[in-house]
């Protein structure tokens, strides 16, 4: 069966400073992969997705991912943290075969001013 | 905005009490879900919709009855919750269910407290 690992519970970081939340999954086919972000009192919005293709993904608010296949990683990275990122992020793998996406337990970032 | 609409925002019920939850979204998606959330925890999902048919099950208790009416509305009728129950219920949506795995639009969810 597919998982996902955030191994970062919590992350604080000074804004302006680069950030980068990890995940690692396990999945036997090529995943699909998404980094989902939460603001208190929200729903999940997408950041970005992996399906195939170049492995350095582009997403919103100026979040990036890079899916490495050997290290069964895809991290989110972005340069210059602003203080609105701080919220919870989800990393999920979707299973093609189950039809349902299986959700890391999630990162908590807390930004200082 | 997100383009997916839940109603109501907050809702508090009695053990004994029967309500629904609603979800709505009009973006032509075909697949629908309901996650149950519990607080600093990942979404854990309920129910999935594909084409209007049921197509997941996740063994959720019979005390939660999915609905989905047409292709762009979805319910989750309760009866009879307990105060486990108590959580922030999603409704999702997606272009297709099944094994397309696309990325799923959420709703800002209903806040349910069983008392």
């Known amino acids: 069966a597919q998982s996902v690992t955030q191994p970062d519970i919590h992350i604080t970081v000074s804004e302006g400073a680069s950030l980068e939340l990890r995940c690692n999954y396990s999945y036997g086919a090529t995943p699909y992969l998404f980094w989902y972000v939460q603001s208190p009192g929200q729903g999940l919005q997408l950041l970005l997705k992996?399906?195939?293709?170049?492995?350095l993904v582009q997403g919103i608010k100026g979040f990036e991912a890079e899916f490495k296949r050997s290290q069964s990683s895809f991290n989110l990275r972005k340069p210059s943290v602003h203080w609105s990122d701080a919220a919870e992020y989800f990393c999920?793998?979707?299973?093609?075969?189950?039809?349902?996406?299986?959700f890391g337990d999630g990162t908590t970032l807390t930004v200082k001013p | 905005d997100t383009e997916v609409t839940q109603t109501p925002k907050h809702l508090v019920m009695g053990m004994t009490n029967k309500k629904s939850l609603k979800c709505e979204q009009h973006m032509g998606h075909r697949a629908m879900y309901w996650y149950k959330q519990k607080a600093k925890k990942p979404p854990e999902l309920m129910f999935v919709y594909s084409y209007e048919k049921l197509s997941i099950n996740e063994s959720v208790p019979s005390r939660f009855s999915p609905e989905c009416p047409n292709s762009s509305l979805l319910n989750l009728h309760l009866h009879a919750l307990q105060p486990e129950d108590s959580a922030l219920y999603l409704c999702?949506?997606?272009?297709?269910?099944?094994?397309?795995?696309?990325?799923?639009?959420f709703g800002d969810g209903t806040r349910l407290s069983i008392l």
């Open positions: 992996y399906f195939s293709g170049d492995t």
């Open positions: 999920a793998v979707g299973d093609t075969n189950a039809g349902k996406s299986t």
């Open positions: 999702a949506s997606s272009q297709e269910g099944g094994r397309n795995n696309q990325p799923q639009h």
